[in-house]
């Protein structure tokens, strides 16, 4: 089943599944943020390491299942698999978009 995906939700997951952490923050605003664990990473330098540093410990992929459109953005659960316990888990990615960036994305 294939899910309609705003275009740089779309990028993201690529950059995300491809482990490429400089696309990934290429797909934020200058001063965009992620929230994850408990942790939030500002701005492309820190969102890239992030993102690195994550490969690196998780080597984890994202098939996006549900697309769920909110009033800045939007929510895609996906499931994620990777080297930690308990893979594969259900996560929600919620983004927040400002024309065709990303201006926050929340992993919960």
Same mark, same amino acid.
């Given at each position: 089943?294939?899910? !309609?995906?705003?275009?740089?939700?779309?990028a993201?997951?690529?950059?995300?599944n491809?482990?490429?952490?400089? *696309?990934?923050?290429?797909?934020?605003?200058?001063?965009?943020?992620?929230?994850?664990?408990?942790?939030?990473?500002?701005?492309?330098?820190?969102?890239?390491?992030?993102?690195?540093?994550?490969?690196?410990?998780?080597?984890?992929?994202?098939?996006?299942?549900?697309?769920?459109?909110? *009033?800045?953005?939007?929510?895609?659960?996906?499931?994620?698999?990777? !080297?930690?316990?308990?893979?594969?888990?259900?996560?929600?990615? *919620?983004?927040?978009?400002?024309?065709?960036?990303?201006?926050?994305?929340?992993?919960?």
């Open positions: 089943m294939a899910i !309609n995906l705003p275009a740089v939700v779309a993201y997951f690529q950059a995300e491809a482990h490429d952490a400089a *696309a990934v923050a290429q797909c934020f605003s200058a001063d965009g943020e992620v929230r994850d664990e408990h942790h939030v990473h500002r701005g492309h330098a820190a969102i890239s390491e992030w993102k690195r540093a994550a490969s690196t410990k998780y080597a984890a992929t994202v098939a996006p299942l549900a697309c769920s459109d909110t *009033a800045d953005g939007c929510v895609v659960r996906g499931e994620v698999s990777g !080297n930690f316990p308990g893979s594969p888990v259900l996560l929600d990615f *919620a983004f927040q978009l400002d024309a065709d960036k990303i201006s926050v994305l929340e992993i919960t």
